[in-house]
């Protein structure tokens, strides 16, 4: 599957972003997405998942409350929708997809968008 991000771009804190994640084939529904972020220096680190069904989804205890992470198959995009967002937040945020579930570790995922960047302005 391959997974272009989009959605990016310069925000005031307090603000709010919807980011995009398109994935091409006929198999998007029978992955979990996710989403991870990398800051400038810092290692990339867990966001968001959803299960295949969009019945399942877990956080990042810095983004709880904040974000969500929806998803549309007959779209085949999945979406992370950030409200309230701080200067902490500033990264490049990547999609994964993954067939298993509750899957945290960047490591683990063969499947990656190509990044799109967050700035949070205070």
Same mark, same amino acid.
């Given at each position: 599957?391959?997974?272009?991000? &989009? +959605? $990016? /771009?310069?925000?005031? *804190?307090?603000?709010?972003?919807?980011?995009?994640?398109?994935?091409?084939?006929? @198999?998007?529904?029978?992955?979990?997405?996710?989403?991870?972020?990398?800051?400038?220096?810092?290692?990339?680190?867990?966001?968001?998942?959803?299960?295949? &069904? +969009? $019945? /399942?989804?877990?956080? *990042?205890?810095?983004?709880?409350?904040?974000?969500?992470?929806?998803?549309?198959? @007959?779209?085949?995009?999945?979406?992370?929708?950030?409200?309230?967002?701080?200067?902490?937040?500033?990264?490049?945020?990547?999609?994964?997809?993954?067939? &298993?579930?509750?899957?945290?570790?960047?490591?683990?995922?063969?499947?990656?968008?190509?990044?799109?960047?967050?700035?949070?302005?205070?």
């Amino acid at each position: 599957v391959q997974l272009q991000a &989009s +959605g $990016g /771009g310069l925000v005031q *804190a307090g603000g709010s972003l919807r980011l995009s994640c398109v994935a091409s084939g006929r @198999t998007f529904g029978s992955y979990s997405m996710a989403w991870f972020r990398q800051a400038p220096g810092k290692e990339r680190e867990f966001v968001a998942t959803i299960s295949w &069904s +969009g $019945g /399942g989804t877990y956080y *990042a205890d810095s983004v709880k409350g904040r974000f969500t992470i929806p998803r549309n198959n @007959t779209k085949n995009t999945v979406y992370l929708r950030m409200n309230s967002l701080k200067p902490e937040d500033t990264a490049v945020y990547y999609c994964a997809a993954d067939p &298993s579930y509750y899957v945290l570790d960047p490591r683990e995922y063969d499947y990656w968008g190509q990044g799109t960047l967050v700035t949070v302005s205070s």
